[in-house]
């Protein structure tokens, strides 16, 4: 059935189309685009009241079972092993082309020249960044704020991967939804990066060298938040992530995480995705702590 991201998103493709005038002055840009944050943020709160309450209306069950729904959608633990895994499968099949195609769905830089490391180190980049877009932080404003704290969060976030980009279109536009992101995403990626030291530790990876690499290199990153999720990942696996990129054809040379060693691998890969189930528990646990602390308030 239509995921409900999806219906974020493309509310989020119209309303630009009405506030986006990328021939306008750069201040005016901006205002267009906070405006536009303003109006998607109304829009996805008023249609998330409007489904539960209709729902409520209807039956206490039915509501009951359209909050859990669209609770689960906000999270993206199966989804982001899926897209992965259908990468790292192509990849595996000798089908290069099939690869870069299928990573193109799920980062943001360009893949059409990428060779096989490249592809995997980008896979692992995204699935150590996205364990906290896409599974600690929507647990963690669900525990704290229900269902609308959960819808909340997921829609800055698809608004900063729709618009939040620094080219020539979004650049003035997109600055709202990118610091919005960054301020919703601060404690979670940091909660991320100790937990997947936590994961290490429990998985007898070098959990010592997670941290290690983590207070070391994490501040690196241009982005406030990104650093804390893949440093550790690339601490905990012994590999060194980071390095250039294109995006919309164009190099961007990004600090590099870690310390060369381990060779990117499939193996490396599947370390990784359990790294990634194994930090999902651990946030689960930590979000029904904050829930039951609430409860008890």
């Not at 974020?8 to 536009?36: M, Y």
């Not at 704290?144 to 729709?162: E, F, P, Q, R």
């Amino acid at each position: 059935m239509p995921h409900p991201v999806r219906w974020i998103g493309r509310l989020i493709s119209w309303t630009e189309s009405i506030f986006l005038d990328d021939k306008a002055s750069k201040n005016h840009q901006r205002l267009g685009g906070f405006v536009f944050w303003i109006a998607v943020m109304v829009g996805v709160i008023s249609a998330t009241l409007f489904v539960t309450g209709l729902a409520f209306h209807i039956s206490s069950l039915l509501a009951d079972l359209v909050i859990i729904w669209l609770a689960y959608s906000t999270l993206a633990v199966r989804s982001l092993h899926r897209e992965s895994q259908c990468v790292m499968n192509a990849l595996n099949k000798g089908m290069l082309d099939l690869a870069r195609q299928r990573l193109a769905r799920i980062v943001s830089r360009d893949t059409e020249q990428l060779n096989e490391k490249e592809i995997i180190r980008a896979v692992i980049e995204t699935v150590a960044e996205n364990i906290s877009d896409g599974i600690v932080a929507p647990l963690v404003y669900l525990s704290l704020g229900g269902l609308l704290g959960g819808i909340i969060y997921k829609a800055v976030n698809t608004m900063d991967s729709m618009v939040g980009y620094l080219n020539d279109r979004y650049r003035y536009f997109g600055w709202f939804a990118a610091k919005a992101d960054d301020v919703v995403n601060w404690v979670p990626a940091r909660l991320t990066g100790v937990l997947l030291v936590i994961a290490a530790r429990l998985l007898k990876f070098d959990w010592r060298r997670a941290w290690y690499v983590m207070r070391r290199d994490a501040r690196k990153m241009k982005s406030p938040n990104a650093g804390y999720p893949e440093s550790s990942a690339a601490g905990a696996l012994g590999i060194q992530l980071g390095g250039t990129n294109w995006y919309f054809g164009h190099p961007v040379t990004k600090p590099t995480l870690g310390n060369q060693g381990t060779e990117l691998t499939y193996a490396t890969y599947k370390s990784m995705i359990r790294l990634l189930y194994l930090c999902s528990v651990l946030t689960f646990l930590v979000a029904f702590g904050i829930r039951y602390l609430l409860c008890r308030s």
